[in-house]
Every structure is written in C-alpha cells, then in structure tokens.
C-alpha cells in the first residue's frame, strides 16, 4: 500500500488535505481538523465534487454516499488552486493499492500542488507560485531529512517558477502537471478497478453502459415487432 500525504500551496504555508471522508450530505464540504468549522470555499469544493458542474464524481463515482467532508489542517482563503491537490487526494482515495495519510512521517510520498483543474481536466495557471514557494520551506526541509519522496507539483506552463526551490536532494522531483489524466499516470495511480464511468479509462465504462442500453431497446423494439404483429390463420 503507497502513503501519500498531500498538501495545498498557499501564500501563507502548505495546509493539508487530512482526510476525506463520504457524508450522506446535502452537499461537500471543507472543515478544519474534525471540527465543526465549515470553511467558505465549502460551495466551491461542492460544485468541484459534483457530477455536472464538477469533475470527482464524474471522474472517481458513482460514490455510495452523495458527498466528501475533507478535513484540512488549516484556513484556505480565496482562488482554485487548491483544485488540484484536491484532485489528487480523490485520485488517491479512489485509487487501488494508495492511500491518503495524516501522518507526514508515515508517507511514502509527500505531495505539494498548486494549480486550478477545468471541466476537461486541464491543469490551469495561478497566482503566487514564489510565494507559496516561500512559505513552504520548512515542510520540505522536513522532507529532506526523512525518507519520503517529495512530489511538487504545478502547472507545465509555469514549471519554470518551481527554480526557485532549493536543491534539497533526489528524493524530491517536479511534476509538471498539464492534465488530470497524466498527473495519475506520473503518480502511478492504479485507477483501472474503480474508475470504469470515468474519463480517467477514456470513458469505456460509458461507452459499454451506453451499448447495453441500447441492445435493450433493441430487443424491447423486436419483441413489441412480433407480440403486435397480426397473426395468420389457415381459411
């Protein structure tokens, strides 16, 4: 079993994505550490989440339950790029043989991201990349004197920006992120058992629904055809 940790870049210091949660819900929400705080970008992450104005469900669903609470150890203020690492810790979540961990000393990989995720899961460009930077090296100090792998992870058309992270050793590598779909590649995601419907596997498993509803129709029409058909009979 892989141990990822992931981690939202934000201006003020990484805040991670502790654990993700399915909630009989009226909609996803954010909350901070197990508590009852339920942060404003709750609507965005909903609409994140959500099949038709979103991309989870589609991508990692049908889920059992109708929504995600994530706890995060701290305040994410406004903009999307929390997006994609959120988009990575449901691929992890959803993956087989992958797990999202709290326990930073426990990951087998650390993963930092930044960067907004369209509806056909192109990784867009943010803001303050060299601030985030900034504000994060006390994270990736403790990464390099541990055994974990550090991924970080950005936007391809702005990977010239992550230059400015020190050389803190072979375990970390960058991941310029262009798409959804090679960000899990790069991971090394196993998605094949849990993502059937989605665009993840090219949508086969939607293509596969779509041809069996309509071989029932098919059949509905050729019965309708000979049960309506009037029968002959010898004079």
Request: with cysteine.
């Amino acid at each position: 079993m892989k141990k990822f940790a992931v981690f939202i870049a934000t201006t003020g210091g990484p805040i991670q994505i502790e654990r993700l949660t399915p909630e009989r819900a009226p909609q996803s929400m954010i909350c901070v550490s197990r508590s009852s705080n339920i942060l404003p970008i709750s609507g965005e992450y909903d609409d994140f989440v959500r099949r038709g104005s979103g991309i989870i469900e589609r991508e990692f669903g049908p889920f059992e339950y109708e929504s995600f609470r994530a706890d995060i150890s701290g305040s994410v203020g406004t903009g999307q790029s929390w997006q994609l690492p959120f988009f990575i810790a449901h691929a992890i979540d959803a993956a087989v043989g992958s797990e999202l961990v709290e326990d930073v000393d426990a990951a087998d990989y650390v993963v930092w991201a930044t960067g907004r995720v369209d509806y056909d899961l192109n990784i867009l460009d943010v803001d303050h990349i060299a601030e985030k930077i900034k504000g994060s090296h006390s994270l990736f100090e403790k990464i390099a004197s541990s055994q974990s792998k550090a991924v970080i992870a950005a936007p391809a058309s702005q990977i010239s920006l992550l230059d400015e992270i020190p050389d803190f050793g072979k375990n970390f590598s960058v991941l310029p992120a262009e798409s959804g779909f090679q960000v899990c590649k790069d991971l090394d995601l196993n998605l094949e058992a849990k993502t059937a419907s989605g665009s993840i596997k090219y949508r086969s498993g939607k293509n596969s629904r779509f041809a069996a509803v309509v071989l029932a129709a098919a059949i509905v029409i050729a019965w309708g055809f000979f049960y309506f058909a009037p029968v002959k009979t010898d004079v």
